[in-house]
C-alpha cells in the first residue's frame, strides 16, 4: 500500500488514525444488495466488502501536504476524548495513532501550518482540538483552521438541534474559532499559489451543503483529497450509490461522478481516505462504471 506520493515538487503522505475497521452495511449504504457484491466480487475483496454480510472495510485518515515549507493538514479524523455516545466505535477514543503517525512524518503539532476542513462531520474534525486541563483547545497552535463559510454557517445554525448530534462543532470547531484561528473562505479559495505550484479548494456539495475537494498541483501533476465525496471503492462501480449520510443525496452523486470523471480524464491522483488500502490510486473509466487502481 502506497502511503505518499510525490507531486513535482509537493509531498503528499496519509496520517492513518486507524488503518481499517470492519462497519456493517447499514453504517453507509443502506441499498447496497448481494448482487452488487457478486458483480463486483472481481476486482473487491472481502477487505472492501463482504460478499456475505455486505459489511464495508473503512479507513480514517488525514492528508499531510508539504509545499514550498508549509505543512498542511487535510481533516483531522474522530480525535481523543470527544463525547460521541450516538456512535460507540467514537465514543471517548484513547489512541495515539494519529499523532504518533504524524510523528513518524516527522511533524509536531506545532509545526502545522494550515488544517484545511474537506468538511465539518465528526470524523473529519476530531483532532481540530484537544482536552487540556478540563478545556478544548486547538491541537495545532500555530495553524489556520481553514472552512468553507457555507458549511460552517450550515451547522453553526444547527447547534443546539439534535442533543448531542452537533456535540462536534462545540467541542472541535467553535474553539478554534474563538481562539482567533479560524479562517472561512469560498470553496474556490487558493490555499497557495506559486509558479508551477499550486493548493486549492473545489465545490463538491452533497455529502454535506459546502463540501469541498482538495487539489494538489505541481509540474503537470495532481492529486485530488476527496473527503467524503467517496466513502467506499464499490463506488466507483456506483457513483449514485446514496451513503446514509449524504445531506443531499442526487447532489452527492453528482459531485462524486464529477470527481472520478475528473480524474479518470486528467490522470490525477486520487486520495480517498476513508477506502483502506487504496487510499491513494488511480481512476479509469469503463462505460457507465469507474474503476480504482492502487499505486
Request: some cysteine; overall charge negative; aromatic content about 6%.
Amino acid at each position: 500500500m502506497t502511503t505518499g506520493v510525490d507531486i513535482g515538487a509537493i509531498r503528499v503522505d496519509l496520517v492513518p488514525e486507524v488503518k481499517y475497521r470492519l462497519m456493517p452495511k447499514a453504517f453507509l449504504f443502506n441499498d447496497l444488495t448481494q448482487d452488487d457484491a457478486a458483480r463486483n466480487a472481481d476486482w473487491l475483496g472481502p477487505r472492501h466488502l463482504h460478499p456475505d454480510t455486505l459489511a464495508v472495510g473503512m479507513a480514517f485518515q488525514s492528508v499531510l501536504i508539504r509545499a514550498r515549507g508549509q505543512n498542511i493538514l487535510v481533516d483531522t479524523c474522530n480525535g481523543n476524548h470527544k463525547p460521541r455516545p450516538h456512535a460507540p466505535w467514537q465514543h471517548d477514543m484513547r489512541s495515539h495513532a494519529f499523532l504518533t503517525a504524524l510523528a513518524d512524518l516527522g511533524l509536531r503539532p506545532e509545526d502545522i501550518h494550515v488544517v484545511l476542513c474537506t468538511h465539518l462531520h465528526t470524523d473529519h474534525v476530531g483532532w481540530n482540538t484537544r482536552l487540556v486541563n478540563g478545556a478544548w483547545v486547538p491541537t495545532f497552535p500555530n495553524a489556520r483552521y481553514v472552512m468553507n463559510r457555507a458549511e460552517f454557517d450550515h451547522f453553526h445554525a444547527l447547534l443546539g438541534q439534535g442533543g448531542t448530534r452537533f456535540a462536534h462543532i462545540e467541542d472541535s470547531v467553535l474553539p478554534v474559532v474563538e481562539a482567533g484561528q479560524a479562517d472561512f473562505v469560498s470553496d474556490t479559495h487558493a490555499v497557495l499559489t506559486e509558479i508551477g505550484e499550486e493548493v486549492f479548494l473545489s465545490p463538491s456539495p452533497g455529502h454535506s451543503p459546502g463540501h469541498v475537494c482538495v487539489h494538489a498541483r505541481a509540474q503537470g501533476a495532481e492529486a485530488v483529497i476527496a473527503g467524503d465525496a467517496i466513502h467506499n471503492a464499490v463506488q466507483f462501480d456506483m457513483p449514485d450509490l446514496v451513503m446514509r449520510a449524504d445531506w443531499d443525496p442526487a447532489m452527492a452523486a453528482r459531485s462524486r461522478r464529477s470527481l472520478m470523471e475528473h480524474c479518470a480524464g486528467t490522470g490525477a491522483l486520487l486520495c480517498a481516505g476513508h477506502i483502506p488500502d487504496w487510499s491513494i490510486g488511480r481512476v479509469s473509466e469503463g462505460g457507465r462504471a469507474f474503476r480504482l487502481a492502487p499505486v
